[in-house]
Structure formats: structure tokens, C-alpha cells
């Protein structure tokens, strides 16, 4: 039975109407090309016509360079506000992709996937170990064997040097001043968000909580919901990770043999 989360668990509805005039600097296309490159480097190049899931699609700003790409597009997440958005835009700029409001800790999917992708640190937000394993066993059992998981996440470095303790640039549409404070015991950062919007004058706080995991966290939780093998990159580059990632991606194989 599909579990329910409460509104105050959805960590992005009070962001969601904003949420892109935030993002206005993150080049998702160029992401969409990175990610390209790295499943063709796996020896599976994206295509048009390919069937592709984008988990925690926020906005589904990635999923619509896809779908303009021609893919066939899913998106789902957890927030029903940021589906919302999703929807309108892909509504508005013409594009077919569909967006399914759902927990990567509990989603049924049909084997029907060639790729799967999950970016921005979106696996972050699932504070849970047993629920980052489950929602790659859910990952799994929606993807066709030999297709092609591609996350990114930060490190814990990233978290420990609290990454998230920051301003917006002066002049930007959303105006925001966070603090965060990393508990290196239960390796959770807790981010206070205080946002401001000129235009509207509209003022709110949110508190967001993003969860470290380790390499050998999530390799075994791959390895358990039956992906492999499994190759970490540098985030943006074509190099291994160092000490020194803040952000680092993996592209894992779903196993032929489903032993998951
Ligand atoms: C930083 S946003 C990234 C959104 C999108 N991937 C992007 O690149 O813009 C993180 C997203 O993860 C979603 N999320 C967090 N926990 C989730 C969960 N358990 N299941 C599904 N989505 C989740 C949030 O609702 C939010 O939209």
C-alpha cells in the first residue's frame, strides 16, 4: 500500500511557484548533455524514443530537455505543487512528458525504462537509508535489464563544509539568506531558508534536511536493489571523484538477472 506523506514533509510546496525563477542559472541543458554523455560513455547513448524516468523531476525542467529531445518522458515527485508546475510548463511549451505525483521510497512503475535519472542533489532528501535502498529496488523494477540509472549527489564533504550556508546574488528575483548545520553523528544537515520576493514583497522561512551517504552506502544499496556495475564520476567531468567532491555523479546497470 502506497504510503502518505503529510504536507509538512514535502519539503518544496512553499518554494514550488519560485522554484524556477531560482534555478534561472542552472543550465539544464547542458545537463541534459553531460548526462547524455556519460550513458553513451556506457556504451548506451540516448535516443529518440528512448523511455526515460526522471525521479524527484521537481519542476521537470531536465525531463522537458529530454522530452524536446525527443524521449519519452516521466517525471515523478513527491511534491504535488512542483508536479503542478511541471505540468503547466510542459503544457506551455508544447511538450509531451508525463508527471506522476509520488515517494521514491513507494512507487510501482511498470519495466518499461531504458534510463532513469535523478539530479540536484534530489537523493539528498531522502534522510533514510532503508528508504534510499527501496527507492532504487523501486528504481529497478521500472527499468529494463542492462538500462541505465544516472544520480548525482553531494558528498559528505559538501554537507560537512556546509555547502549550504549561503546568499543569493544581489539583484536576483528570489532573494534568500540560508544557514545550515551539518550533525556529522546522524550526518543530516538541517538548511533554515529564509526566502524574500522584491516583486510581491512575500516573505517566508522552510527548513529543508539533506542526508550524507557515503560511497560504500550507496554502493551497496545499488548493489542489493540489483545495479551493477557502477562507475562514479566527478560531477561534470569524465574523471573519478576525489577526496575533495562536492558533487558527484554515478551511472549504475540494472542487472540482467533480477535478483532483487
Ligand atoms: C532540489 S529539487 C531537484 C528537482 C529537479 N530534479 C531539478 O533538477 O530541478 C529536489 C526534489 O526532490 C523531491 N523529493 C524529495 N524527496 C522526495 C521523495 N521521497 N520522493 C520523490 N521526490 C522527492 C522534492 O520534492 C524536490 O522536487
Same mark, same amino acid.
Given at each position: 500500500?502506497?504510503?502518505?506523506? #503529510?504536507?509538512?514533509?514535502?519539503?518544496?510546496?512553499?518554494?514550488?511557484?519560485?522554484?524556477?525563477?531560482?534555478?534561472?542559472?542552472?543550465?539544464?541543458?547542458?545537463?541534459?548533455?553531460?548526462?547524455?554523455?556519460?550513458?553513451? $560513455?556506457?556504451?548506451? %547513448?540516448?535516443?529518440?524514443? #528512448?523511455?526515460l524516468l526522471?525521479?524527484?523531476t521537481?519542476?521537470? #525542467?531536465?525531463?522537458?530537455?529530454f522530452?524536446?529531445?525527443?524521449?519519452?518522458?516521466?517525471?515523478?515527485?513527491?511534491?504535488?505543487?512542483?508536479?503542478?508546475?511541471? @505540468?503547466?510548463?510542459?503544457?506551455?511549451?508544447?511538450?509531451?512528458?508525463?508527471? $506522476?505525483?509520488?515517494?521514491?521510497?513507494?512507487?510501482h512503475? %511498470? %519495466?518499461?525504462?531504458?534510463?532513469?535519472?535523478?539530479?540536484?542533489?534530489s537523493?539528498n532528501?531522502?534522510?533514510?537509508?532503508?528508504?534510499t535502498?527501496?527507492?532504487?529496488?523501486?528504481?529497478?523494477?521500472?527499468?529494463?535489464?542492462?538500462?541505465?540509472?544516472?544520480?548525482?549527489?553531494?558528498?559528505?564533504?559538501?554537507l560537512?563544509?556546509?555547502?549550504?550556508t549561503?546568499?543569493?546574488?544581489?539583484?536576483?528575483?528570489?532573494?534568500?539568506?540560508? @544557514?545550515?548545520?551539518?550533525?556529522?553523528?546522524?550526518?543530516?544537515?538541517?538548511?533554515?531558508?529564509?526566502?524574500?520576493?522584491?516583486?510581491?514583497?512575500?516573505?517566508?522561512?522552510?527548513?529543508?534536511?539533506?542526508?550524507?551517504?557515503?560511497?560504500?552506502?550507496?554502493?551497496?544499496?545499488?548493489?542489493?536493489?540489483?545495479?551493477?556495475?557502477?562507475?562514479?564520476?566527478?560531477?561534470?567531468r569524465?574523471?573519478?571523484?576525489?577526496?575533495?567532491?562536492?558533487?558527484?555523479?554515478?551511472?549504475?546497470?540494472?542487472?540482467?538477472?533480477?535478483?532483487?
Amino acid at each position: 500500500m502506497r504510503r502518505v506523506r #503529510s504536507a509538512d514533509q514535502d519539503q518544496f510546496a512553499r518554494i514550488a511557484p519560485h522554484y524556477d525563477a531560482l534555478m534561472a542559472n542552472v543550465p539544464y541543458g547542458l545537463w541534459a548533455n553531460y548526462i547524455g554523455q556519460l550513458a553513451h $560513455l556506457a556504451g548506451r %547513448p540516448v535516443r529518440p524514443g #528512448s523511455k526515460l524516468l526522471d525521479l524527484a523531476t521537481g519542476t521537470g #525542467s531536465l525531463a522537458l530537455q529530454f522530452a524536446e529531445r525527443g524521449c519519452d518522458v516521466t517525471g515523478i515527485d513527491l511534491s504535488a505543487p512542483m508536479i503542478a508546475e511541471a @505540468k503547466r510548463k510542459a503544457a506551455d511549451q508544447g511538450l509531451n512528458a508525463v508527471f $506522476l505525483c509520488r515517494d521514491l521510497a513507494d512507487f510501482h512503475l %511498470p %519495466p518499461e525504462f531504458d534510463y532513469a535519472i535523478c539530479v540536484y542533489d534530489s537523493l539528498n532528501y531522502v534522510l533514510d537509508g532503508r528508504d534510499t535502498e527501496r527507492a532504487f529496488a523501486n528504481t529497478r523494477r521500472a527499468l529494463k535489464s542492462g538500462a541505465l540509472l544516472v544520480f548525482d549527489v553531494n558528498t559528505v564533504r559538501a554537507l560537512e563544509a556546509e555547502l549550504f550556508t549561503q546568499d543569493s546574488r544581489p539583484g536576483a528575483a528570489v532573494r534568500y539568506r540560508w @544557514k545550515s548545520t551539518y550533525d556529522p553523528e546522524t550526518r543530516i544537515s538541517k538548511i533554515r531558508m529564509d526566502f524574500r520576493i522584491p516583486d510581491t514583497g512575500e516573505r517566508f522561512a522552510v527548513t529543508h534536511h539533506q542526508r550524507a551517504y557515503t560511497d560504500a552506502e550507496l554502493r551497496s544499496y545499488l548493489r542489493h536493489a540489483g545495479f551493477r556495475p557502477v562507475t562514479a564520476y566527478e560531477a561534470y567531468r569524465f574523471v573519478p571523484p576525489s577526496p575533495e567532491s562536492d558533487r558527484v555523479f554515478y551511472v549504475a546497470v540494472a542487472t540482467h538477472t533480477s535478483k532483487h
